[in-house]
């Protein structure tokens, strides 16, 4: 795992000496990206999670990202993310980044309560949502505003 990781983070940092052919100009090009942007590995399975601690300790990785959908499917507790398990596997990722310094990260739990625990583990890094969510949300608080217009002549 450590090993798959390193090369894969070896080709985004240094994209001109991995198995891209782009040009140079590109390859620039792909390298600002990087140095503006974050490079944050998902753990979404078990096996993951046990590995936090050697992929964390990848030089380039930024942030460990917990998947929470995929990574609960995976132990048979799908959406639990209070369950002691998730909890246990938060913990282990949390303990991998303190020691390699790296950013603990979540997507996809909305519950503040929740969210308010993992902080106090560690977490600094909170995905809000995404663009298909948040229209969603917004198609259904506008649908509930209009039902609640009076129509003309109904009582």
Same mark, same amino acid.
Do not use: W
């Given at each position: 795992?450590?090993?798959? /990781?390193?090369?894969? &983070?070896?080709?985004?940092?240094?994209?001109?000496?991995?198995?891209?052919?782009?040009?140079?100009?590109?390859?620039?090009?792909? $390298?600002? +990206?990087?140095?503006?942007?974050?490079?944050? !590995?998902?753990?979404? /399975?078990?096996?993951?999670?046990?590995?936090?601690?050697?992929?964390?300790? &990848?030089?380039?990785?930024?942030? +460990?990202?917990?998947?929470?959908?995929? +990574? /609960?499917?995976?132990?048979?507790?799908?959406?639990?993310?209070?369950?002691?398990?998730?909890?246990?596997?938060?913990?282990?990722?949390?303990?991998?980044?303190?020691?390699?310094?790296?950013? *603990?990260?979540?997507?996809?739990?909305?519950? *503040?309560?929740? *969210?308010?625990?993992? $902080?106090?583990?560690? *977490?600094?890094?909170?995905?809000?949502?995404?663009?298909?969510?948040?229209?969603?949300?917004?198609?259904?608080?506008?649908? !509930?505003?209009?039902?609640?217009?009076? +129509?003309?002549?109904?009582?």
């Amino acid at each position: 795992m450590y090993q798959k /990781t390193k090369q894969k &983070v070896h080709i985004l940092l240094h994209p001109e000496l991995g198995e891209s052919k782009a040009d140079k100009f590109v390859n620039a090009f792909i $390298i600002t +990206l990087i140095i503006l942007n974050v490079i944050a !590995v998902m753990l979404e /399975t078990p096996e993951a999670i046990g590995r936090a601690g050697e992929i964390a300790a &990848v030089p380039g990785v930024d942030m +460990l990202l917990i998947g929470p959908a995929d +990574l /609960t499917a995976e132990m048979g507790i799908l959406g639990d993310f209070r369950h002691a398990r998730f909890r246990e596997a938060m913990a282990a990722a949390a303990a991998a980044c303190r020691t390699h310094g790296k950013v *603990l990260g979540i997507a996809g739990v909305s519950d *503040l309560e929740l *969210l308010r625990d993992y $902080i106090a583990m560690g *977490l600094r890094f909170i995905n809000a949502g995404n663009d298909a969510g948040f229209m969603v949300q917004a198609g259904t608080a506008q649908a !509930v505003k209009l039902r609640g217009l009076e +129509l003309p002549g109904k009582n």
